[in-house]
């Protein structure tokens, strides 16, 4: 099934692209086993690591919040991990601490389970953010960055969870990137539900980080709007108390899409407001669209992408297309998109709907592996 998806980060490979997100107090071993196996992540905690953060856990648990406090936290997280050896399901250890050190502990203890870390960048309360902690990491790039250099050093596969639209979004996701993390698991909260937009701009301001889409998922469709603006997984957390059936829900249904297309998180067209592989499904670029205006972002003129394009073609089926729009299939859409000119095409010359895709998939790394820079603010 790990290679159905072929989602690997370091040490861990996922069996899907789905996930279940922290929530402190509740998101157990127990609850884990109980809610969400089908997830190909499961994501445990947030962890309180030590004495100042327990002790705030305990402020914040007497106004009612659920948390997990302990006084032996290490030891807590520990059998955590061990109940959820025989799972297949990639755990992660969400956490929240005052110094790196308490981290790189945590990451030794998670590197030792095959689990990934996950950095608390997330958590607002007030008794947590005032002991730096939390979102307060991200006020301090230079902080974060320290952090996240250290819990590097123990060789564990680290997530940082942060929030949209406290700071800069496309700083952030580079510095993240940048200091070394794996996973970047981002909260898209808007005004109302999700913000695409951010998680797409992120997309297109990093390179290679693993990046998990993560706000009012509640179906395969809100999946699907993330996966087309570039995450690599969705996760859940609300409706997975109300609905426990949501990863099985997400799992089949990005499955089939996965063996109907081969790529379960194809972007939309740039001009549907997909992130940058869309360029793969752009068409020659003759007349105004959004096309040169993504171009222009990376740093690449309208001529070379066009040769860019004509070159990842040349000895390869998508070379063909008469009788398409512009003669060859470079330009062509999205498979998902009906047309009878291209499909006359791969019909004539035997290729599947799922052979052209996973061209395209191809191609759009090609055109990504030439971008001058990446997307920036003042881009
Ligand atoms: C009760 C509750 C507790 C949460 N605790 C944490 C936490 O400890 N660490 C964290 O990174 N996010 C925490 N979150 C945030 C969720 O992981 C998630 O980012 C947020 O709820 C948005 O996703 P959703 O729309 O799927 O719920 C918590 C959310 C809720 C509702
Ligand atoms: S080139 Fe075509 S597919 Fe791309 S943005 Fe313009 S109109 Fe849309
Ligand atoms: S032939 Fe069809 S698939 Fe190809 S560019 Fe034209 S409309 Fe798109």
Same mark, same amino acid.
């Given at each position: 099934?790990?290679?159905? /998806?072929?989602?690997?980060?370091?040490?861990?490979?996922?069996?899907? !692209?789905?996930?279940?997100?922290?929530?402190?107090?509740?998101? @157990?071993?127990? /609850?884990?086993?109980?809610?969400?196996?089908?997830?190909?992540?499961?994501?445990?905690? #947030?962890?309180?690591?030590?004495?100042?953060?327990?002790?705030?856990?305990?402020?914040?648990?007497?106004?009612?919040?659920?948390?997990?406090?302990?006084?032996?936290?290490?030891?807590?997280?520990?059998?955590?991990?061990?109940?959820?050896?025989?799972?297949?399901?990639?755990?992660?250890?969400?956490?929240?601490?005052?110094?790196?050190?308490? =981290?790189?502990?945590?990451?030794?203890?998670?590197?030792?389970?095959?689990?990934?870390?996950?950095?608390?960048?997330?958590?607002?309360?007030?008794?947590?953010?005032?002991?730096?902690?939390?979102?307060?990491?991200?006020? @301090?790039?230079?902080?974060?960055? #320290?952090?996240?250099?250290?819990?590097?050093?123990?060789? *564990?596969?680290?997530?940082?969870?942060?929030?949209?639209?406290? *700071?800069?979004?496309?700083?952030?996701?580079?510095?993240?990137?940048?200091?070394?993390?794996?996973?970047?698991?981002?909260?898209?909260?808007?005004?109302?539900?999700?913000?695409?937009?951010?998680?797409? @701009?992120?997309?297109?301001?990093?390179?290679?980080?693993?990046?998990?889409?993560?706000?009012?998922?509640?179906?395969?469709?809100?999946?699907?709007?993330?996966?087309?603006?570039?995450?690599?997984?969705?996760?859940?957390?609300?409706?997975?108390?109300?609905?426990?059936?949501?990863?099985?829900?997400?799992?089949?249904?990005?499955?089939?899409?996965?063996?109907?297309?081969?790529? =379960?998180?194809? !972007?939309?067209?740039?001009?549907?407001?997909? @992130?940058?592989?869309?360029?793969?499904?752009?068409?020659?670029? *003759?007349?105004?669209? *959004?096309?040169?205006?993504?171009?222009?972002?990376?740093?690449?003129?309208?001529?070379?992408?066009?040769?860019?394009?004509?070159?990842?073609?040349?000895?390869? !089926?998508?070379? =063909?297309?008469?009788?398409?729009?512009?003669?060859?299939?470079?330009?062509?859409?999205?498979?998902?998109?009906?047309?009878?000119?291209?499909?006359?095409?791969?019909?004539?010359?035997?290729?599947?709907?799922?052979? =052209?895709?996973?061209?395209?998939?191809?191609?759009?790394?090609?055109?990504?592996?030439?971008?001058?820079?990446?997307?920036?603010?003042?881009?």
């Amino acid at each position: 099934m790990s290679e159905f /998806f072929d989602l690997n980060v370091g040490y861990v490979s996922f069996k899907n !692209p789905v996930a279940l997100a922290s929530m402190a107090g509740i998101t @157990d071993s127990e /609850f884990a086993k109980k809610t969400a196996q089908d997830a190909g992540l499961i994501v445990i905690g #947030g962890y309180n690591l030590d004495e100042e953060t327990n002790h705030a856990a305990k402020i914040m648990s007497g106004h009612g919040r659920k948390e997990f406090i302990s006084e032996e936290p290490m030891d807590l997280i520990e059998s955590e991990l061990l109940k959820l050896q025989d799972i297949n399901s990639v755990v992660a250890l969400n956490v929240r601490a005052v110094n790196a050190e308490t =981290y790189m502990r945590a990451a030794l203890l998670a590197r030792k389970y095959n689990a990934v870390l996950e950095l608390d960048a997330h958590c607002r309360q007030p008794e947590i953010t005032s002991l730096g902690a939390g979102q307060e990491l991200v006020f @301090d790039f230079g902080k974060l960055k #320290g952090i996240i250099h250290k819990i590097k050093r123990t060789g *564990v596969v680290l997530s940082v969870k942060v929030r949209s639209n406290v *700071v800069n979004n496309l700083m952030l996701a580079q510095l993240i990137e940048e200091a070394g993390a794996d996973i970047l698991h981002f909260d898209a909260m808007g005004a109302q539900g999700s913000d695409l937009r951010s998680l797409k @701009d992120v997309r297109d301001a990093t390179s290679k980080i693993f990046l998990i889409g993560n706000n009012s998922v509640h179906n395969f469709e809100d999946a699907q709007k993330m996966f087309g603006r570039g995450a690599d997984m969705v996760s859940v957390a609300r409706r997975a108390l109300e609905n426990p059936g949501i990863f099985n829900e997400i799992v089949s249904s990005t499955s089939a899409v996965q063996r109907q297309t081969g790529w =379960y998180n194809a !972007p939309k067209h740039i001009c549907g407001g997909g @992130d940058l592989r869309g360029l793969t499904f752009c068409c020659l670029p *003759v007349k105004p669209c *959004v096309v040169h205006a993504a171009l222009k972002k990376i740093g690449m003129t309208a001529k070379e992408f066009a040769e860019i394009k004509l070159d990842f073609v040349k000895g390869t !089926p998508l070379q =063909y297309g008469e009788g398409t729009c512009f003669g060859t299939m470079a330009w062509c859409c999205k498979a998902t998109k009906p047309c009878f000119l291209r499909d006359n095409v791969l019909d004539a010359i035997g290729l599947s709907g799922v052979e =052209y895709t996973l061209l395209k998939k191809r191609m759009a790394e090609h055109i990504l592996s030439h971008r001058k820079k990446l997307v920036s603010n003042d881009a």
